[in-house]
Structures are given as C-alpha cells and as structure tokens.
RNA sequence: GCCGGCAUAGCUCAGUGGUAGAGCAGCGGUUUUGUAAACCGUUGGUCGGGAGUUCAAAUCUCUCUGCCGGCACCA
C-alpha cells in the first residue's frame, strides 16, 4: 500500500505497486504527457519506474532542471541507434551528455562523412517520429557481458566486465535497439524534439592516446526548437568574437606557414601588447618587484641540471652552433632568473628578493595543439619568480594573490576562480620536500581567504601550484594566472643566501605569472570584449572626421591638441562621406568618433559619436579630453557615457 | 602527435578534366558630402609546395607544409 507525498505535501495511496506514469495520470493527463522522469525519494528515475512503499515523488517535467540532461542522454541513445540502423557493423562505445548538448563514440571500418551525419539525422528524426517506447530492463552482469559480445559489441562488454559482478546491470531497449545505460530515459522516443549533429571528430578509445581512434558525433539537443535556435545563433555569435577574425580585421597581428605558433605584431597589435606590459610594469614596480631579463639562449648543460632537458625536454628548441655547442631556447625563465640571484651573496635581509622579466619563451608544442594566439610556440610571459625563506611563504602568497585579483579587476574580470594542482607524476624532488610544498601553498591559500578546488596530479614538475581561472563575458572559463612554491629548484640550481646565523640557506623560490601569456592574454581580451578593447588599451582610442574637407585645418588643429595629451588619434581627411567614414571606423572598433562640420568649427566644438553609435552630442576639446582622462584613469569603471 | 576536413586575388567565396571568375578592398577619376556603404573606370592569380596520370589538371592520384574541428597534450 504506497503512499507517495507529492512536492506540495499532498498524499496519495494506491492499493499496490504504482509506477511513476501511473502517479502522473491519476493526477492529470497533461501531467502525465509531460512527465520525462521521475524523482522519487530525490533519485532520477524513469517514467516506467515502480514505487513499491512509501515514497517522495516529483514528476520531471520541461520545468526540471533535470529534463535537459535526460533529454540529451536519450539523444545520444536516439543518434547510436541510428546509426547501427543505418551501418549495423558499427560498434557503440559511450555516449554522455556534455555541455550544450552530447556525443556518442562509435568504432566503424571507415570514419563517418558529412553526407552520412546528415543521413544519420534523418534516421533519428524518423525514429523519434514513430515513437517509440523506452523499455528498461535488468540482466545480470555476466549475462550482460555474454550479451554485448553475442551483438558483436566488444567494447560494450569491456565495459561491462569492468561493473562489479553483483551489480545487475540496466539495459534500455527503444524498438528493436538496446544499449546499456545506467539511465534514466525519457519514456518515448517522440519526447526528442529539437536535437541537430553539429561535427564527427575522431576521439581515442577511454581517452587514452594509446589506444585506438573512434569516430566521435557531436550533437546537441534543447527543450525545443527555440532553445536549439538561439544556441545556433550563439554559436554564430561566439564566431564572431573569434579573435583570429577580429586580429585579421582589426589589422592586429597575423600568422604564417613560416612559423608555425609564432605571431607577427602588426602596429595595432603591438600598440595593445605594449599597453599591457606598460600597466603590468605599473603595477608590479607598486608591488616591490624588480624588472630583469635573462639570455634567451643557455648552454644545454644548465637545462640538465635544473631538470628541464629530463621533464620538459620533448617541448624544447634547441640548437647546435657551429662551434659544435648545443644550446637550448628557453621553455621558462626560472633557470635565467636563478643565474640573477644567484650572482654575489645574497643575505636573508634581501628577501623577498622579487625579479619579474617579460620574457619571451619558446615551446614546442604538438601541432594539433597550436590555435590562433591561445596556444603558440613562441610567446612572452609577465613571469615573476620570488625568493623568500620558508617563513616567508604565506605572507607573499597573501600578497600574490591579492595583486592577481587587484589586476584582474581592472579588466573586468571579477569572476576568478581558484585551482589547486599537488604533485604530479612526472617531477623532481623528494616527496618529503612535496608534503612541505604543498601543505605551505595550502595554508597560504587559506590564510588568503581564497576558496579553491583540487585538481590532482596538475602542478608542475619543481612544484605544487595554484591555478587562476578567469570567466568571460560569454561565460567561457581561461586559465591564465599560476603561482607555485618551489622547493626544489634553487636547490639543484645551486641557489643560498646567508641566513641571520651565518648559515648558507636555501631559498623558496615562488612563480608567478597573472595574464600567464600575454600572446594567449590578448586573444582572451579581444574575445571577451569582441574586438571592443576598452579606451585605455584600444591602439586608436579616437579617429577625427570632417563633412568636407573645409573643416581639415579645424581637424588637424585639434588633432595636435589631443595628441599632446597623450591621446592615440587619428585623422579622417579622406573625401568620402561622413557616413562612409563612420562605418569604417566603427568596424574598426574605434571607441570615439569625433565629427567637426562647419557648425562645429565655428563654435570651436566636436561632435562625439562612441563606437556602439550613441550620440553624445557636441563639447569643446578641452570638455572631451578631462572626460576621456576619467574613463582612463578608472580603467573604463566610468565612461564617457555615464 | 592522432582522426577528419580545408587550402583559388588583400578579404569572403564561385568554379567536377578543355581560354581562371564575382563582390568587397586597392588604384585612377568624378563628386564637397551631416553620423554604419556616393558614382564611373581599372589593376590584381605559378589555383599552398613538389611529383604523377592525361593530348589536356584549379579539377584525378601520391606526397609535403599550413590552417580548421575534435582527441591526446597544455610541463
């Protein structure tokens, strides 16, 4: 006799055994169409789902949270048995919801064309159409292995075998197709409605790059129709953030097939890239860091001793000289920087000991890795490296922390979250040297009041490190600031100072980088902001234009007067029309437009026209320039427009 | 590195074995113009590199390079 308590507290009791669809009729037919799944007792089941006692119920409905998730793992489902309708020696794999949507891994003779995912659809469609129902059933797990194999589905069974042997596995069947899943599923194929297969892609099988390579499809899958259109047009619009596209456009910078994952600064470009060295360079020597720069080119025997030819030698340039010397292009800076210190005696006085260095870095990176500015083999970092003595640790990490917050802030970057990465596999040092690391970063962290999340077996190889993950404006997640305590690298690098009792110490060294790579930095910028670089970075901040050209001796006036306020302008002399000039330049992303007419000359005014095409009306030269230094100077907090 | 796709004018792209095209940009001219595209004319290509098949290759084959989407990698 179940009595099953609805979320509004009211209680139902059947004489028997009830499944979740049959709650939902007895409380109304729309309710029961609607039902996807069932949370009984807080666990997602499905529809067919038997309540034998007394329980909690809620119908998952469109309105759940939990709808989407089991609507894309039913169309992961609906996508495998299509394509084993459409090419029965397909094998299925493993096929899980994803963000946006879901993919399935199948191994077949012959990866899958366009043509064939576009077939492939339509088989879903048509199953979807028809309706058919989602049965689940229950077999033992050695009968369950037995199954799969008997189907010719040999990783299916792989991954059976794996399940502990008293746990009865769950199978779904939908027609004559059956897959096993731990569930739940929506309980008809018709409640799959607004799904669409975005690319194949080849993906190794359990991940591992050992292992062989399946066909991976991409899909994703909505609510309905509307849902799946505006995640189409996001996908457009993100597209057009591409900061490849906008580098092209802008004029910013490109690449070439001469040098792979390297950039070429076009004036643009570079105007930003120094932008943002000259503001780090502000902030750092407020901060009590020291600006160095170490060789580019160091004789191989200082990698070896300081592990980087051993860990980090498969990423590494080097070359031969003709004197028969082999040197190697520096991957970090930290050796170079160590050589600095370790230059004269050093005593516990000088510590913290801060030497920052804008140093560019090269790594060889896989190809298939490389992407645009966001994975390069040639890039510059704003690396800093800190030598303190262990009691030193958590103040500087309070620090440190601290000033990477500060300057994210002043990009606009209020959303940061926190990675901690312990050991690796791959690493030098003793693991006692480990413990002290890593509970010295941890307490340090806390002492910062900074909440993080583990990421295990990520740090570097001389090192635990913590990890700054930045969220942007379209909500995707970048990492870009790391700082790491580093017990072992001054010590193989030969590193002392001289304690207060004469003692000849070895010092912590501490990493830091806060853009990481200012290459990977500003792509993340041009995306976040859509090419529209706030005034204080962007290369032009303002472009001048006349109606004719009998405002150009006018134009060129003021033009020399915000230029001597340290403005980056530009003039449109150009006999074209106003209009003309304006689309230009607002598709260059420029952030003021200012318009001189005759009206405008005679009463020694501009008109100001910002890039998103607000009209702020006509001021003097002297009125623009003290409101532009505010926007400045609060790093765009206020603009011109507020 | 692995799987797949792509590579034609500065950019975006047509061109499926038979004389390389369009729009925009550029250049020359006309136009003196009021807040997101004035008009006319015109230059521009070893069709990514190399090899092969063919009477004939942008087009078919092989190979190299690069890029794009994933996977692996991101020390």
Redesign the pocket.
Same mark, same amino acid.
């Given at each position: 006799m179940p009595v099953v308590t609805l979320p509004d507290g009211s209680q139902r009791s059947f004489a028997q055994p009830v499944t979740v669809a049959e709650v939902a009729t007895s409380i109304g037919a729309g309710l029961a169409r609607a039902a996807i799944a069932g949370r009984v007792d807080d666990r997602l089941v499905d529809t067919s789902f038997v309540i034998e006692g007394d329980a909690r119920l809620a119908i998952v409905t469109e309105k759940d949270p939990a709808a989407l998730d089991i609507i894309r793992h039913s169309t992961a489902h609906l996508l495998a048995q299509a394509v084993q309708s459409l090419f029965p020696d397909a094998q299925v794999t493993i096929g899980p919801v994803i963000e946006d949507g879901f993919y399935y891994d199948f191994a077949y003779k012959r990866?899958f $064309? $366009?043509e064939d995912l576009a077939a492939i659809e339509a088989k879903m469609r048509e199953i979807a159409k028809a309706d058919l129902r989602v049965q689940r059933r229950l077999m033992p797990r050695d009968e369950a292995v037995q199954f799969f194999k008997n189907l010719g589905e040999h990783y299916k069974a792989e991954i059976i075998a794996a399940i502990p042997a008293n746990e009865p596995i769950s199978l779904y069947g939908q027609g004559d197709w059956v897959d096993l899943c731990r569930g739940p599923h929506v309980p008809s194929t018709g409640k799959l409605r607004a799904f669409k297969l975005m690319?194949?892609?080849?993906?190794?099988w359990r &991940?591992?790059?050992r292992n062989e390579?399946l066909?991976?499809i991409?899909g994703t899958a909505w609510l309905n129709d509307k849902d799946l259109n505006d995640y189409l047009h996001r996908l457009e619009e993100a597209e057009k953030r591409?900061h =490849?596209?906008i580098g =092209?456009e802008l004029n910013l910078f490109h #690449?070439?097939?001469e040098a792979? &994952?390297a950039v070429f600064w076009h004036p643009k470009g570079w105007s930003v890239f120094q932008g943002l060295i000259a503001y780090m360079r502000e902030k750092q020597n407020a901060a009590g860091y020291q600006e160095v720069n170490a060789p580019e080119l160091m004789d191989a025997t200082l990698w070896q001793q300081s592990g980087h030819l051993e860990?980090?030698g498969e *990423?590494m340039f080097t070359t031969r000289t003709p004197d028969e010397r082999l040197y190697a292009i520096k991957? #970090?800076n930290c050796p170079g920087h160590v050589q600095i210190f370790k230059q004269g005696l050093r005593s516990y006085r000088e510590l913290p000991l801060r030497f920052g260095e804008f140093g560019k870095v090269h =790594?060889y990176?896989?190809? &298939?890795? @490389?992407? &645009?500015l966001m994975?390069v083999r040639a890039f510059t970092q704003d690396d800093a490296h800190i030598f303190v003595t262990e009691d030193m640790i958590t103040e500087e990490t309070v620090r440190g922390i601290r000033l990477l917050l500060d300057i994210y802030k002043d990009f606009g970057f209020d959303q940061v979250q926190v990675k901690f990465s312990d050991r690796?596999p791959?690493r030098v040092g003793e693991d006692a040297i480990w413990d002290k690391a890593e509970s010295a970063l941890i307490a340090a962290t806390q002492a910062a009041g900074v909440e993080y999340t583990l990421n295990k077996g990520?740090?570097?190889?001389?090192g635990p490190k913590l990890e700054f993950v930045l969220k942007d404006a379209i909500g995707r997640d970048w990492q870009c600031g790391t700082w790491q305590v580093d017990l072992n690298m001054p010590g193989r690098l030969g590193a002392h100072y001289v304690d207060e009792h004469s003692q000849k110490r070895t010092p912590v060294m501490l990493h830091r980088a806060i853009f990481g790579s200012l290459e990977r930095f500003f792509g993340i910028l041009l995306e976040h902001h859509a090419g529209k670089l706030p005034t204080w970075l962007a290369p032009v901040q303002v472009v001048l234009m006349g109606?004719?050209?009998?405002q150009n001796e006018y134009l060129i006036n003021v033009a020399e007067f915000l230029r001597n306020q340290g403005l980056r302008i530009e003039t449109d002399l150009r *006999?074209?029309?106003?209009?003309?000039k304006?689309?230009e330049h607002? @598709?260059q992303r420029v952030p003021y @437009?200012l318009?001189?007419?005759?009206?405008?000359v005679a009463a020694n005014l501009l008109?100001v =026209?910002t890039?998103?095409?607000k009209?702020l009306g006509t001021m003097s030269r002297e009125t623009f320039v003290e409101r532009l230094a505010i926007e400045l100077e609060s790093r765009g907090r206020r603009t011109l427009e507020d």
């Open positions: 990866p $064309t $366009t690319k194949v892609a080849g993906a190794y &991940g591992d790059s390579m066909q991976r991409y591409d =490849r596209r =092209r #690449m070439q097939e792979p &994952g860990k980090f *990423n991957p #970090m =790594r990176e896989p190809s &298939g890795a @490389l992407h &645009g994975r690796p791959k990520e740090g570097a190889f001389y109606i004719t050209d009998r *006999n074209e029309k106003v209009g003309f304006i689309r607002t @598709l @437009l318009v001189a007419g005759d009206k405008e008109s =026209r890039r998103s095409g009209d």
